[in-house]
């Protein structure tokens, strides 16, 4: 089993910058990808970024050159850094694991005000 716990949304205004946090704990030498998801009341939930253990990362096209994933294998974090946020940012962003099994963390409420 993977737990996964995510950190660091909030309101911000448009233009403005969040940065979140997924930190994962339990069988972590079973995770291969780590990433992040969103859904937006009403919309169907979307790849945001993700990065591979050996580094290789992809990007949602809406958030190309405003989002960044990073990963830290050390802490067993991952980290997406928003910035130029748009009010069509505005979801719930869930932290997401894969290796033998998914695993899902509760997701946390990113707001960003026109």
């Known amino acids: 089993q993977v737990q996964l716990v995510e950190s660091g949304g909030g309101l911000v205004q448009a233009g403005g910058s969040l940065r979140l946090s997924c930190a994962a704990s339990?069988?972590?030498?079973?995770?291969?990808?780590m990433g992040w998801y969103r859904q937006a009341p009403g919309k169907q939930r979307e790849l945001v970024a993700a990065?591979?253990?050996?580094?290789?990362?992809i990007y949602a096209d809406s958030v190309k050159g405003r989002f960044t994933i990073s990963r830290d294998n050390a802490k067993n974090t991952v980290y997406l850094q928003m910035n130029s946020l748009k009010p069509e940012d505005t979801a719930v962003y869930l932290c997401?694991?894969?290796?033998?099994?998914?695993?899902w963390g509760h997701g946390t409420q990113v707001t960003v005000s026109s």
């Open positions: 997401n694991a894969k290796g033998i099994y998914v695993y």
């Open positions: 339990g069988d972590i030498f079973s995770i291969n990808d």
């Open positions: 990065v591979t253990r050996g580094g290789t990362i």
